[in-house]
């Protein structure tokens, strides 16, 4: 979709491709909480999260 909210929330992690598709960049790059808001603000509930162990 291209929205570009998941950039906008945790612009460390997400970027937008050549054709706007949203890709991760860095999986940790922003903080826990941002994530989650990307997560939470996507418009058609593309991103899921989830959780590593240790
Ligand atoms: S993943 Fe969700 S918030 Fe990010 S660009 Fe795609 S639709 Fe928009």
Request: proline content about 7%.
């Amino acid at each position: 979709m291209g929205s570009g909210s998941c950039q906008a929330h945790a612009p460390r992690v997400f970027d937008l491709d050549d054709e706007c598709r949203a890709v991760v960049i860095d999986p940790a790059g922003d903080p826990h909480r941002a994530i989650r808001n990307a997560a939470e603000g996507c418009p058609t509930r593309a991103i899921e999260i989830e959780e590593s162990g240790g």
